[in-house]
């Protein structure tokens, strides 16, 4: 949850901030974030952020904590293939339904996060939520073998992902307390390279470990039981070491929590649900004015329904044995090889875009990005071997990064500043909600249609509807 710019809505009676001393000293500390800004401005935060010995500690313990979502999502996905093969369970409707699960909670408590997490000692909030996905990871796979209740294993996993998202906000929310104002630029930079990095072999390895056969010599069994075990261990390394990093800081520890209101959470959870929905329609009433904003939406969802086939359909495909007639029989683990090489281009486009997209215009880049994904989609869809698979992973790697930079800067530069945080937070909230349905719709199609079909098919709209947006643009102003 990123910090949102000021909304133009009128705010309700009860709202956390709705009194004026609390505007008031919010404002200084901008003021204040602003002053320090401009006094470190030119100088390398980087080196002197990493002689902060809390956090360094923080920021690798939440790199392994990384490590472990990754690894959650990758053990999650061997045991749907474990469980399809053994009671012939539909693998692409069981991942439709993880993705739902996945979505939820940002879907239902995404909005009231943030606010909750500054009613809440952010310290505690982490170690709870920690300590909470510590208990429930290690319990999947107890669950697993002792029910073989998809319902069961997905209730637990959707407290998981919901205590995430919880750590994930207050997470992001503590760093000005560990480094102060004047380190915040070299701070969340680190954060980001070891996030990158974290992420990169949560892919690569937990693809590994879960399949791993030299598990069962030392009676893990199956595999994929060894990859929830060892995603509980990272969450109990972090837990640890922010026990370890808030006993160091002590009394010099300062946080600016916003005392509990009037409202309960429940209320509040209603009241700020009822918000969301009224922004996101304040928000559709500004994209029908700006032609950049309402071309975003349209490759949020285009983006979006490609993302969740891609998920529901290509994985199982990826997984499944050649001798089922439509697999790659690469298993889990090539799961995450593909992940690994769609990343390397990804990060490569991110870098060339950077210094090159300044002389293209953005909305052809990104209309060619989703032609280039659609055609890519397409051709996973009918490649039999990994031969071809590699090459047009990375492609498609390539193509994504300016889809993702192109929304964020047209954004940027099409949105006023006073209805910038409305439409990033309807953005994020709707991207969530269409990924859910879409994959929730696409699992369900798999009992008229094979995955190979479905997804050529998929592939095949995107591709027409970046073709028919050049037409549709030719002559407009969009960003």
Known sequence: MGTKEPSPLPIPPDDPLDERGEVLSAESEVAETV???????????????????????????????????????????????????????????????LSVIVAMPVVLFGPLAGILVDRWDRRKVMVVCDSARTLLVSSIPLVALATSNLILIYAVAFFVFLCGLFFNTSRMSIIPNLVGSDHLLGANSFMSLVGRMATFLGMFLGGLIVDWKWWSHIGIRPAWTAGFYIDALTYLVSVVSLLVIFRRLGRKWHQSIIGRRR???????????????????????????????????????????????????????????????????????????????????????????????????????????????????????????????????????????PVYIGMDTLLHESVPEAARGRIFSTRDWLLHLVFAV??????????????????????????????????????????
């Open 263 to 401: 409202e309960t959470e429940v209320k509040l959870f209603l009241t700020q649900q009822a918000r969301m929905i009224h922004e996101v329609r304040e928000a559709f009433n500004l994209v029908r004015g700006q032609s950049s904003v309402l071309f975003v939406y349209c490759s949020v969802f285009m983006m979006v329904i490609l993302g969740a086939a891609v998920f529901v359909l290509y994985v199982p495909i990826i997984q499944s044995a050649k001798d089922i007639g439509s697999g790659l029989g690469l298993g889990t683990q090539g799961v995450g090889f593909v992940g690994a090489i769609g990343s390397v281009g990804l990060v490569l486009s991110s870098m060339g875009y950077g210094l090159f997209g300044h002389r293209l215009k953005k909305h052809i880049v990104m209309l060619t990005s989703f032609l280039v994904l659609g055609l890519v989609g397409a051709g996973l869809a009918v490649s039999k071997s990994f031969a071809p698979v590699a090459p047009l992973v990375f492609v498609a790697g390539l193509a994504l990064s």
């Open 35 to 97: 002053a320090v800004a401009a006094r470190t401005k030119g100088r390398n935060q980087l080196w002197s952020v990493l002689k902060n010995a809390e956090f360094e500690i923080f920021s690798w313990s939440q790199a392994v904590s990384l490590f472990g979502d990754k690894l959650d999502y990758m053990a999650l996905l061997a045991m749907i293939a474990f469980y399809a093969g053994k009671y012939g369970w539909q693998s692409s409707q069981a991942i439709s339904y």
């Open 438 to 479: 879409s994959a929730l719709i696409i699992g369900q199609l798999t009992n008229f249609a094979s995955t190979r079909r479905l997804l050529f098919g998929v592939s095949a709209f995107i591709a027409a509807a970046s073709i028919a947006g050049f037409f549709l643009t030719r002559g407009r102003k969009v960003g």
